[in-house]
């Protein structure tokens, strides 16, 4: 009785296993690579590719608050 188990012997726990909403993977969740919804997503790809951006560069975007030109009218003659 060795004992031995080999590598990743738990590692396929159904329990884990979550279908990715964009490609329909099936995958373990805790091996994602996708960093805020790995139980939704197989990988950051996915995530990236279904939002258009990924919730980490959301988090680290600086929104301005307010936009150069873009809200402000144009110039009329004052009065
Ligand atoms: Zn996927």
Redesign the pocket.
């Known amino acids: 009785m060795s004992g031995a188990i080999g590598p990743g012997s738990e590692g396929m726990n159904l329990e884990h296993i979550k279908t990715?909403v964009?490609?329909?993977?099936r995958?373990d969740w805790r091996r994602s690579s996708s960093d805020s919804l790995k139980m939704t997503?197989?990988?950051h790809?996915?995530e990236a590719a279904d939002l258009g951006f990924t919730l980490e560069a959301l988090l680290h975007a600086q929104v301005p608050s307010s936009v150069e030109g873009e809200t402000s009218e144009p110039e009329t003659a004052a009065i």
């Open positions: 990715c964009r490609c329909s993977l995958y997503y197989c990988s790809l996915c």
